[in-house]
């Protein structure tokens, strides 16, 4: 049906002023809820105070507080780019964020000369700027306290990132001595894998402690503080050191298993037997 509502204006030359000239208020069509106006740039403006308060601010609120206010419904995947692009103007672009990684680990190298922060980059081309790809973070006080403090049982496990970047967080905790989780290092790596864990675990001063304890240990013959770690992984893999502990103290038990026999057969052994003279 042809609606007969017309409004009609213009600036007024020399001036900022906008004047009305005809407006025929007449109505014969019924309300459109949608208006290709609202982009999501005039959106994202419109709610960036709201978005620097509330940074998580739910899509839902954000279409009932728009519907309400301006009888426009907008689609739900338009909201998420609204967030999206108002986030990224608040806290700038993800490349960006990346290319501060350098600088932001140079303050606790500053700071923390033993703690270990490793950097994994890689590059497309010759020439192309790196692109990152995994990240290890160890402080030295959190491997003290554990080597020191804390049960020798490590476990190492990872969960998603959810961002559109995707990627896993791998860490390795431990258990202090009021049962509690005690974190040991992280690290962020592209996908939870054979090639990432083993270089994590490399990476790992758990790892290198119960390999310098084992060299030792077979040198001096005495057990050293880092031997006898339990390691427990997501897919039951175990450091070779670990298996060749728990070798030894089989073979060990074996050992006093067979001279604890051997004692209750013999019918001398713990009895003082004096020959009689008749």
């Not at 309300?31 to 601010?57: D, G, I």
């Not at 503080?225 to 502990?245: A, F, N, Q, V």
Request: net charge neutral; proline share 5%.
């Amino acid at each position: 049906m042809h609606c007969l509502w017309r409004i009609y204006g213009s600036w007024k030359p020399g001036e900022i002023t906008f004047i009305i000239k005809s407006y025929v208020n007449e109505h014969k069509c019924s309300r459109s809820m949608t208006n290709r106006q609202a982009t999501v740039e005039w959106l994202a403006n419109y709610y960036m105070e709201q978005f620097k308060q509330n940074p998580s601010w739910d899509v839902k609120l954000m279409a009932i507080d728009f519907q309400f206010k301006f009888y426009i419904s907008i689609a739900r995947a338009k909201w998420y780019r609204v967030r999206s692009y108002a986030l990224e103007k608040l806290r700038g672009s993800v490349e960006d964020r990346y290319a501060l990684l350098g600088p932001y680990l140079a303050e606790p190298r500053k700071k923390n000369p033993a703690s270990l922060f490793n950097i994994v980059c890689d590059k497309e081309f010759t020439g192309a700027p790196p692109i990152f790809k995994r990240l290890y973070i160890v402080f030295d006080a959190l491997k003290k306290r554990f080597l020191h403090d804390c049960r020798p049982i490590v476990g190492f496990d990872g969960c998603f990132l959810k961002t559109f970047l995707g990627g896993q967080l791998l860490s390795a905790i431990g258990i202090n001595g009021n049962n509690q989780m005690f974190p040991i290092s992280w690290a962020v790596v592209e996908g939870e894998n054979y090639d990432a864990w083993r270089w994590v675990k490399q990476a790992s001063p758990v790892e290198a402690e119960e390999e310098e304890g084992g060299a030792e240990e077979e040198e001096e013959g005495e057990e050293m503080p880092g031997s006898g770690l339990s390691i427990c992984s997501p897919r039951g893999e175990w450091s070779g050191s670990i298996i060749r502990e728990r070798d030894r103290r089989v073979r060990a038990l074996q050992e006093d298993l067979n001279v604890t026999q051997t004692s209750q057969n013999s019918p001398n052994v713990g009895h003082n037997v004096t020959p009689r003279d008749d």
